[in-house]
Protein backbone atom coordinates (compact mmCIF):
# COMPACT_ATOMS: atom_id res chain seq x y z
CA UNK A 1 0.00 0.00 0.00
CA UNK A 2 1.45 3.11 -0.89
CA UNK A 3 0.97 6.10 1.12
CA UNK A 4 -1.20 9.23 -0.43
CA UNK A 5 1.37 12.32 -0.57
CA UNK A 6 -0.73 15.81 -0.44
CA UNK A 7 0.39 19.09 -1.34
CA UNK A 8 -0.21 22.13 0.12
CA UNK A 9 -3.32 24.11 -2.25
CA UNK A 10 -2.18 27.80 -2.41
CA UNK A 11 -5.53 28.44 -4.17
CA UNK A 12 -6.53 30.89 -0.72
CA UNK A 13 -3.55 32.69 -1.05
CA UNK A 14 -3.82 33.45 -4.60
CA UNK A 15 -7.13 33.65 -4.97
CA UNK A 16 -6.93 36.49 -1.53
CA UNK A 17 -3.91 38.14 -3.38
CA UNK A 18 -5.64 38.48 -6.85
CA UNK A 19 -8.78 39.95 -5.34
CA UNK A 20 -6.63 42.52 -3.48
CA UNK A 21 -4.74 43.71 -6.18
CA UNK A 22 -7.56 43.73 -8.52
CA UNK A 23 -9.66 46.14 -5.47
CA UNK A 24 -6.48 48.27 -5.71
CA UNK A 25 -6.68 48.68 -9.31
CA UNK A 26 -10.19 49.45 -9.20
CA UNK A 27 -9.67 52.23 -6.87
CA UNK A 28 -7.31 53.87 -8.51
CA UNK A 29 -9.22 53.77 -11.44
CA UNK A 30 -12.21 55.16 -9.64
CA UNK A 31 -9.94 57.99 -8.12
CA UNK A 32 -8.31 59.13 -11.21
CA UNK A 33 -11.69 59.16 -12.83
CA UNK A 34 -13.58 61.55 -9.69
CA UNK A 35 -10.33 63.61 -9.87
CA UNK A 36 -10.66 64.10 -13.69
CA UNK A 37 -14.04 64.92 -13.90
CA UNK A 38 -13.67 67.03 -10.80
CA UNK A 39 -10.35 69.08 -11.98
CA UNK A 40 -12.17 69.95 -15.70
CA UNK A 41 -15.82 69.85 -14.67
CA UNK A 42 -14.89 72.71 -11.92
CA UNK A 43 -12.66 74.66 -14.69
CA UNK A 44 -15.66 74.21 -17.31
CA UNK A 45 -18.17 75.19 -14.81
CA UNK A 46 -16.24 78.64 -13.80
CA UNK A 47 -17.61 81.82 -14.83
CA UNK A 48 -16.07 83.09 -17.83
CA UNK A 49 -14.94 86.74 -16.75
CA UNK A 50 -14.23 88.25 -20.59
CA UNK A 51 -12.83 91.48 -19.56
CA UNK A 52 -11.25 90.25 -15.84
CA UNK A 53 -9.17 88.05 -17.94
CA UNK A 54 -8.09 89.96 -20.47
CA UNK A 55 -7.29 92.75 -18.34
CA UNK A 56 -5.03 89.85 -15.92
CA UNK A 57 -3.76 89.03 -19.57
CA UNK A 58 -2.49 92.38 -20.28
CA UNK A 59 -1.16 92.68 -16.76
CA UNK A 60 0.72 89.83 -17.29
CA UNK A 61 2.26 90.59 -20.75
CA UNK A 62 3.24 94.31 -19.04
CA UNK A 63 4.97 92.28 -16.40
CA UNK A 64 6.92 90.27 -19.02
CA UNK A 65 7.68 93.11 -21.03
CA UNK A 66 9.47 94.60 -18.07
CA UNK A 67 11.15 91.77 -16.85
CA UNK A 68 12.20 91.26 -20.82
CA UNK A 69 10.85 87.75 -21.52
CA UNK A 70 7.61 88.79 -23.80
CA UNK A 71 9.12 86.75 -26.67
CA UNK A 72 5.95 84.57 -27.50
CA UNK A 73 4.78 86.22 -30.77
CA UNK A 74 8.74 85.70 -31.99
CA UNK A 75 8.57 82.46 -30.86
CA UNK A 76 5.09 81.72 -32.56
CA UNK A 77 6.52 83.05 -35.96
CA UNK A 78 8.52 80.08 -37.20
CA UNK A 79 5.67 77.28 -37.01
CA UNK A 80 3.28 79.94 -38.77
CA UNK A 81 5.43 79.82 -42.22
CA UNK A 82 6.33 76.17 -41.88
CA UNK A 83 3.31 74.00 -41.99
CA UNK A 84 4.99 70.80 -40.86
CA UNK A 85 6.36 72.57 -37.45
CA UNK A 86 2.72 74.12 -36.95
CA UNK A 87 1.62 70.54 -37.17
CA UNK A 88 4.42 69.23 -34.74
CA UNK A 89 3.88 71.42 -31.92
CA UNK A 90 0.02 71.52 -32.45
CA UNK A 91 0.78 67.56 -32.46
CA UNK A 92 2.85 67.74 -29.21
CA UNK A 93 0.44 70.25 -27.59
CA UNK A 94 -2.24 67.87 -27.41
CA UNK A 95 -0.84 64.00 -27.59
CA UNK A 96 2.67 65.01 -25.95
CA UNK A 97 0.78 65.24 -22.44
CA UNK A 98 -2.59 63.04 -21.28
CA UNK A 99 -1.57 60.14 -23.53
CA UNK A 100 2.39 60.04 -22.25
CA UNK A 101 0.99 61.06 -18.52
CA UNK A 102 -1.46 57.81 -18.45
CA UNK A 103 1.57 55.63 -20.43
CA UNK A 104 4.24 57.17 -17.27
CA UNK A 105 1.27 56.00 -14.65
CA UNK A 106 0.50 52.62 -15.75
CA UNK A 107 4.85 51.82 -16.21
CA UNK A 108 4.98 53.04 -12.57
CA UNK A 109 1.92 51.63 -11.28
CA UNK A 110 3.48 47.96 -12.79
CA UNK A 111 7.62 48.67 -11.77
CA UNK A 112 7.28 50.96 -8.50
CA UNK A 113 4.20 51.32 -6.78
CA UNK A 114 5.35 53.65 -4.09
CA UNK A 115 6.79 55.55 -7.05
CA UNK A 116 3.34 55.28 -8.78
CA UNK A 117 1.92 56.76 -5.30
CA UNK A 118 3.82 59.44 -5.48
CA UNK A 119 3.65 60.71 -8.65
CA UNK A 120 -0.44 59.97 -8.47
CA UNK A 121 -0.73 62.04 -5.33
CA UNK A 122 1.74 65.26 -6.57
CA UNK A 123 -0.64 65.34 -9.84
CA UNK A 124 -3.91 65.65 -7.71
CA UNK A 125 -2.43 68.30 -5.08
CA UNK A 126 -0.84 70.71 -7.77
CA UNK A 127 -4.53 69.67 -9.47
CA UNK A 128 -6.09 71.43 -6.13
CA UNK A 129 -4.28 74.41 -6.38
CA UNK A 130 -4.18 74.64 -10.07
CA UNK A 131 -8.03 74.95 -9.56
CA UNK A 132 -7.50 77.81 -7.27
CA UNK A 133 -5.95 79.90 -9.52
CA UNK A 134 -8.36 79.22 -12.56
CA UNK A 135 -11.13 80.41 -10.27
CA UNK A 136 -9.74 83.31 -8.43
CA UNK A 137 -7.48 84.39 -11.39
CA UNK A 138 -8.55 83.61 -14.61
CA UNK A 139 -6.52 85.09 -17.65
CA UNK A 140 -7.20 84.73 -21.12
CA UNK A 141 -4.48 82.60 -23.07
CA UNK A 142 -2.47 84.73 -26.10
CA UNK A 143 -4.62 83.41 -28.69
CA UNK A 144 -7.78 85.06 -27.51
CA UNK A 145 -6.13 88.74 -27.00
CA UNK A 146 -7.22 90.52 -29.60
CA UNK A 147 -4.76 93.16 -30.99
CA UNK A 148 -1.65 91.29 -29.91
CA UNK A 149 -0.55 89.74 -33.02
CA UNK A 150 -1.07 85.58 -31.69
CA UNK A 151 -3.14 83.26 -34.02
CA UNK A 152 -4.78 80.06 -32.67
CA UNK A 153 -2.94 77.12 -34.39
CA UNK A 154 -5.05 74.50 -33.38
CA UNK A 155 -7.98 76.45 -34.82
CA UNK A 156 -6.33 77.05 -37.79
CA UNK A 157 -5.49 73.63 -38.46
CA UNK A 158 -8.24 71.43 -36.90
CA UNK A 159 -10.94 73.92 -37.71
CA UNK A 160 -12.01 73.12 -34.21
CA UNK A 161 -10.78 75.66 -30.69
CA UNK A 162 -10.62 72.37 -28.71
CA UNK A 163 -9.67 68.89 -30.04
CA UNK A 164 -9.85 66.02 -26.79
CA UNK A 165 -12.19 67.99 -24.97
CA UNK A 166 -15.79 68.61 -24.82
CA UNK A 167 -16.74 72.09 -24.44
CA UNK A 168 -18.59 71.97 -20.84
CA UNK A 169 -14.83 70.43 -19.54
CA UNK A 170 -13.11 73.62 -20.81
CA UNK A 171 -11.96 76.78 -19.05
CA UNK A 172 -10.81 78.90 -22.33
CA UNK A 173 -9.30 81.45 -19.64
CA UNK A 174 -7.32 79.20 -17.72
CA UNK A 175 -3.99 80.42 -18.65
CA UNK A 176 -2.29 80.66 -15.19
CA UNK A 177 -0.96 78.12 -14.33
CA UNK A 178 0.46 75.76 -17.48
CA UNK A 179 -0.24 72.67 -15.78
CA UNK A 180 0.52 71.04 -19.51
CA UNK A 181 3.91 72.30 -18.16
CA UNK A 182 3.61 71.68 -14.93
CA UNK A 183 2.78 68.33 -14.92
CA UNK A 184 4.88 66.87 -17.80
CA UNK A 185 7.76 68.66 -15.64
CA UNK A 186 6.65 65.78 -12.89
CA UNK A 187 6.42 63.45 -15.45
CA UNK A 188 10.10 64.09 -16.68
CA UNK A 189 11.00 63.94 -12.35
CA UNK A 190 8.97 60.39 -12.44
CA UNK A 191 10.76 59.30 -15.39
CA UNK A 192 14.11 60.20 -14.02
CA UNK A 193 13.39 58.45 -10.70
CA UNK A 194 12.66 55.67 -12.15
CA UNK A 195 13.87 54.99 -14.89
CA UNK A 196 17.56 54.41 -15.33
CA UNK A 197 18.14 53.87 -19.38
CA UNK A 198 19.56 57.01 -20.96
CA UNK A 199 16.69 56.90 -23.44
CA UNK A 200 14.20 57.04 -21.10
CA UNK A 201 16.14 59.84 -18.97
CA UNK A 202 16.01 61.54 -22.02
CA UNK A 203 12.63 61.35 -22.40
CA UNK A 204 12.39 62.58 -18.98
CA UNK A 205 14.12 65.85 -20.00
CA UNK A 206 12.46 66.51 -23.44
CA UNK A 207 8.51 66.42 -22.20
CA UNK A 208 8.89 69.58 -20.39
CA UNK A 209 11.16 71.18 -22.64
CA UNK A 210 9.04 70.57 -25.43
CA UNK A 211 5.93 70.76 -23.83
CA UNK A 212 7.10 74.47 -23.12
CA UNK A 213 8.41 74.97 -26.61
CA UNK A 214 4.39 74.09 -27.54
CA UNK A 215 2.10 75.68 -25.35
CA UNK A 216 4.09 79.01 -26.12
CA UNK A 217 4.61 78.46 -30.11
CA UNK A 218 0.33 77.55 -30.29
CA UNK A 219 -0.28 80.37 -28.66
CA UNK A 220 -1.91 78.72 -25.53
CA UNK A 221 0.27 80.49 -22.58
CA UNK A 222 3.05 82.75 -21.48
CA UNK A 223 6.30 82.13 -20.67
CA UNK A 224 5.06 83.01 -17.19
CA UNK A 225 2.40 80.28 -17.33
CA UNK A 226 4.71 77.92 -17.79
CA UNK A 227 7.38 79.26 -14.29
CA UNK A 228 3.85 79.42 -12.48
CA UNK A 229 2.76 75.96 -13.00
CA UNK A 230 6.45 74.50 -12.73
CA UNK A 231 5.96 75.90 -8.99
CA UNK A 232 2.90 74.49 -8.53
CA UNK A 233 3.35 71.03 -9.96
CA UNK A 234 6.63 70.71 -7.94
CA UNK A 235 4.77 72.34 -4.71
CA UNK A 236 2.01 69.18 -5.58
CA UNK A 237 5.18 66.81 -5.28
CA UNK A 238 6.80 68.25 -1.74
CA UNK A 239 3.17 68.05 -0.20
CA UNK A 240 2.89 64.54 -1.82
CA UNK A 241 6.47 63.69 0.01
CA UNK A 242 5.27 65.15 3.16
CA UNK A 243 2.04 63.18 3.24
CA UNK A 244 4.10 60.02 2.54
CA UNK A 245 6.29 60.92 5.66
CA UNK A 246 2.99 61.67 7.74
CA UNK A 247 1.45 58.67 6.49
CA UNK A 248 4.92 56.28 7.21
CA UNK A 249 4.70 58.72 11.00
CA UNK A 250 1.46 56.87 11.72
CA UNK A 251 1.64 54.08 9.30
CA UNK A 252 0.63 51.30 12.64
CA UNK A 253 -1.94 54.23 14.33
CA UNK A 254 -5.47 52.75 12.90
CA UNK A 255 -6.31 49.08 12.93
CA UNK A 256 -6.50 47.18 9.40
CA UNK A 257 -8.43 48.17 6.81
CA UNK A 258 -8.27 51.75 8.01
CA UNK A 259 -4.74 51.89 7.76
CA UNK A 260 -4.53 49.99 4.40
CA UNK A 261 -6.40 52.95 3.17
CA UNK A 262 -4.51 55.93 4.96
CA UNK A 263 -1.66 54.07 3.58
CA UNK A 264 -2.90 54.35 -0.09
CA UNK A 265 -4.27 57.70 0.51
CA UNK A 266 -0.93 59.19 1.69
CA UNK A 267 0.99 56.84 -0.52
CA UNK A 268 2.81 54.51 1.71
CA UNK A 269 1.45 51.95 0.39
CA UNK A 270 3.92 48.82 -1.58
CA UNK A 271 1.73 46.05 -2.91
CA UNK A 272 3.64 42.93 -2.67
CA UNK A 273 5.80 42.17 -5.48
CA UNK A 274 6.16 45.63 -6.18
CA UNK A 275 9.79 47.75 -5.78
CA UNK A 276 11.20 48.95 -3.07
CA UNK A 277 11.57 52.66 -1.70
CA UNK A 278 13.69 54.32 -4.72
Given at each position: ?????????????????????????????????????????????????????????????????????????????????????????????????????????????????????????????????????????????????????????????????????????????????SLHFGWNLLVGVALWRGFKQPGLRLLAVAMPVGMLLAIVST????????????????????????????????????????????????????????????
Amino acid sequence: MTARVTTPSFAGPRRRAFIRVSWQAAGEIALIAIAFFVYFGVRGLAVERVGEAEANAASLISFEQTLGIYHEALLQKPILHHGWLESLANGFYLYGHGPVIAAVALSLYARDRKGYLLMRNAFLLSGLIGIVFYIVLPVAPPRLMPGYGFEDTIQHEYHVRRVLMPHFLTDEYASVPSLHFGWNLLVGVALWRGFKQPGLRLLAVAMPVGMLLAIVSTANHYFLDAVIGAVVALAGWYLALALRDLGSRYRGAAPGRLADFRAWVAGDEVAEGAQAET
